[in-house]
């Protein structure tokens, strides 16, 4: 679920109050944290946010589409050969 909507921000004495809102707008969560700690997690959301976009922008990619297509066709002749094996041996 989506919990970073709104942030407000108060700076007091150092530290930073951050309220955040779920998406559904149920109870929002005050959270005090010092203000170089919110800032670590935004950045990590950010970049969380960049990967995420990165492996849709690949998937969605048909060249990409075909090779996974090629990975799974050979995993499945690797499955068959082994069942063959243990056939043979059994």
Do not use: H, Q, W, Y
């Amino acid at each position: 679920m989506r919990k970073l909507i709104c942030i407000t921000l108060f700076l007091t004495l150092g530290f930073t109050s951050a309220v955040f809102a779920d998406a559904v707008g149920v109870t929002p969560k005050v959270i005090t944290l010092s203000s170089i700690d919110i800032l670590k997690n935004i950045k990590k959301k950010v970049n969380k946010g960049k990967k995420k976009i990165g492996k849709k922008i690949k998937s969605l990619n048909p060249e990409n589409k075909i090779k996974k297509e090629e990975k799974k066709i050979k995993k499945e002749k690797k499955k068959i050969k082994k069942e063959e094996k243990k056939s043979k041996v059994g």
